[in-house]
């Protein structure tokens, strides 16, 4: 198991262990569907990202913590914590990190689509930095800034036209992408032009995220190279400088044992080098570099308890292991088929050799954690299984599809565990019905 993180394990029962804690006594204190967080895991993938920035980056240069990937108030002040900054994305992502008592003008406020109440909201609550995508806007933000007497901070967005090689749904730096303006028609430029007049505006720089769950050796780089070349281009057109280049999030996490693993520090000091000899060469003088890691904080400190109610096997086809949770704790397969290890934790030594697709609880064939897991042929009703690497995108979408009420987070730190999110009641499901 310890081949997939090192904070899984098995103890003398064969139950498995998640930071060093039996899984089982976990289910049996805060019961299932259950996702449990790994406090000492996201604090060590923190650390990772910012020595390794204080070593190779400028003065300046900063992590943000993107928080769609797992948004609650103790999320907040641990990476803040840890000195991170946050890309948020809307109200709701504000509004928590501002009641978990985040420093919001370490916040960067990213989407699409912020329409004026969203502007409003965030400029009324200190967001530090607004990363602009449109001419609208820009317009916008100009007006909110104006209305409230300030100059506000913004990034714009491009597209640098660059196509990583992961899922369709997850990629988004690609000239036709739903996200940004793009270099290549022109439009970015026109964009800049536009941030540079207004008054009420403070261009900080640019943001690119070509896409998540990368792994290939060069696609920051590549990144990195067109973006400066984009940042020179335009300075010797326009005299402008920027001070910040934000480069996204987007490294790879490994969600099977078979997946490729890498030294982050070492993919950044060799992304620092690019820089350095770009900017050389550009004579561009080197900007603050951002980074926006979401899943690589936070995936592999995340484990989800499930309980099995039903197998059935369908002699001559396949077999089914339905657990209490399902599309509506995550609902990544469904959505993208993305693939997690689902392993026994209650039996986590028995060989492996009953073959099924474990399934959700939801009225959807779709309903689906994994297909073609290997289980213990004993397994049955009351067993526990686990979904590993859960961290990211799952609780941040989850739904109360079925009106299933959601799980509990429980934080898991030096042999302790403590609640961070509370389970939801039914009571809880029809708060908002009159
Ligand atoms: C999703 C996203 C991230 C985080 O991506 P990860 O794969 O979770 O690291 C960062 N920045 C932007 C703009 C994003 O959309």
Known sequence: MAALCENLGVNEAGHLTFAGQDTAELAKQYATPLYLLDE?????????????????????????????????AEIFRIVQQEGLG???????EIYTAKKAGFDLSN???????????????????????????????????????????????VMLRITPGIDPHTYEAISTGKVD?????????GQADAVTALALAQQQLELVGFHCHVGSQVFDEDVFERT?????????????????????????????VRYLPDDPSYSLSEKLRQLSAVIGKTCEKLAYP?????????????????????????????????????????????????LYGAIHEVVSASDALAPRTFRCDVVGRCCESGDVIRTD????????????LAACTTGAYNYSMASNYNRVPRPPIVMLSGGK?????????????VQYDL
């Open 86 to 92: 946050a890309d948020v994305v809307s109200c709701g």
């Open 224 to 252: 990195a190279v067109v973006m400066l070349e984009f940042l020179a281009s335009f300075r010797d057109h326009y005299g402008y400088t920027a001070k910040e280049l934000n480069l996204g999030g987007g490294y790879g």
């Open 417 to 429: 565990s403590r609640v961070a999110v509370r389970r939801e009641t039914l009571e809880d499901l």
């Open 286 to 334: 080197q900007p603050a570099i951002l980074m926006e890691p979401g899943r690589s904080i936070v995936a592999d400190a995340g484990l989800t308890l499930y309980t099995v109610g039903t197998v059935k096997r369908i002699a001559g086809y396949k077999n089914y292991v339905s657990v209490d949770g399902g599309m509506t704790d995550n609902p990544r397969f469904a």
């Open 373 to 384: 897991v290997l289980l213990p042929e004993t397994v049955q009703r009351g067993d526990l």
């Open 177 to 185: 992408s739903k996200f940004g303006v793009a270099i290549e028609t």
């Open 40 to 72: 000492d895991r996201i604090r060590k993938n923190c650390r990772a990202y910012t020595e390794a920035f204080r070593a190779y980056f400028p003065a300046g240069s900063r992590v943000l913590y993107a928080a769609k990937a797992n948004a609650f």
């Open 107 to 153: 916040a960067y406020f990213h989407s699409n689509n912020k329409t004026d109440e969203d502007i409003r909201f965030a400029t009324e609550n200190g967001v530090g930095c607004f990363v602009a995508e449109s001419e609208e806007e820009i317009l916008a933000i100009a007006q909110a800034a104006a209305a409230r007497g300030i100059r506000q901070k």
